[in-house]
């Protein structure tokens, strides 16, 4: 739908009339009724009761209100997001797992600023659905995930090969906590351990697992990357014999869409991700 006709409805409402929401809108009372028209005739329905008086809203008209200013306020936003600072000629819009934000993340956006200074950078954090579902829609030109969409629509390019393994507070090993790394972990875990995975704390998020399992005790799986640091300073122990299971990370983008900008960020993202930084969540 134009959102032309959307704006020009709701002048109409916020004035009260055609002939003073044309003198607002900079344009002629024709054009005004021409696109009242127009959207009724979209809709199939009709939208102002037209008397002497002014213009009122039927009941349809009421309705319509608050997709109206939907319409408006989405694409206004979208054309200031859009527009590009002065001095810039691209825009780059990525978009990682809640889990991958720090140092993932973090890093490739200061590889951006330092190496691309000439790119405008968005940068999102989010659930896998979503983030896959705005990459599909063309929202976001990559985003770094966990667990892809195998679909032919897209580009899947794995960054690298994160393990879960079994740590334990030091001081105090128990309880014990499941953090449901997804599907696959899920699997891999009931076939390699033979006790149930059902615990009296379990979490859908690793970070919050961990805080817990640092500060009151525990035990259970973790990302080898961000555990490393704690079983260096003595803080937690890995299980020894204890299975470990791989929890890797992929580029997804969508196929032939890559600009000349977007690839030479994936260059310095497959450079980060060799690198041994410090992974804090």
């Given at each position: ?8 409805f709701?002048e109409?409402?916020t004035?009260?009339?055609?002939i ?9 009372q024709?054009?005004v ?16 009761i037209r ?6 809203l ?5 309705r319509?209100?608050e997709y ?12 200031a997001?859009?527009?590009l600072?002065?001095?810039l000629?691209?825009?780059l ?5 809640t889990?991958?934000w ?11 600023q330092?190496?691309?200074p ?5 940068a999102?954090?989010g659930?896998t ?12 030109d990559?985003i770094?995930?966990?667990?892809p ?6 580009v899947?390019?794995?960054?690298l ?6 740590v ?6 128990k309880?014990d ?7 696959e972990?899920?699997?891999?875990f ?7 995975r059902?615990s009296a ?6 970070p919050?697992a ?6 009151k005790?525990g035990?259970?799986y ?8 704690y ?15 791989t929890?890797p990370?992929?580029?997804m983008y969508?196929?032939g ?19 041994d ?5």
């Open positions: 739908m134009d959102v032309e006709l959307a704006r020009t709701l109409i409402m004035a009260g009339s055609f003073e929401a044309s003198q607002r809108l900079h344009v002629t024709t054009t009724t021409a696109r009242v028209n127009s959207l009724e005739e979209k809709l199939g329905q009709r939208l102002f008397n002497r008086s002014g213009a009122r039927t009941a349809e008209g009421e319509f209100v109206a200013l939907a319409l408006v306020q989405t694409w206004d936003r979208a054309r997001e859009m527009k600072p002065i001095g000629n691209d825009r819009c990525v978009g990682c797992e889990s991958l720090n140092p993932v993340a973090v890093n490739w956006v200061l590889w951006v330092d190496n691309i000439s790119v405008a950078l968005r999102e954090v659930d659905g979503n983030l896959i579902e705005r990459l599909s829609a063309g929202a976001l990559a770094i995930v966990h667990r969409n195998y679909s032919s629509e897209f899947i390019e794995q960054l090969e994160e393990k879960l393994i079994h334990q507070n030091t001081a105090n090993p309880p906590l499941f953090v449901d790394w997804g599907p972990f899920r699997t891999q009931d076939a390699a351990l033979p006790q149930p059902q704390y379990s979490f859908s998020l690793g919050m961990l805080q817990v399992l640092l500060q005790g035990n259970g973790f990302r080898t990357r961000v555990v490393k640091q079983i260096e300073r003595g803080m937690l122990q890995r299980l020894p014999e204890a299975p470990e299971f929890h990370v992929y580029l969508l196929k869409k890559a600009s000349e900008n977007l690839q030479r960020a994936f260059s310095g993202l497959r450079e980060l991700a060799d690198e930084a410090n992974w804090l969540l």
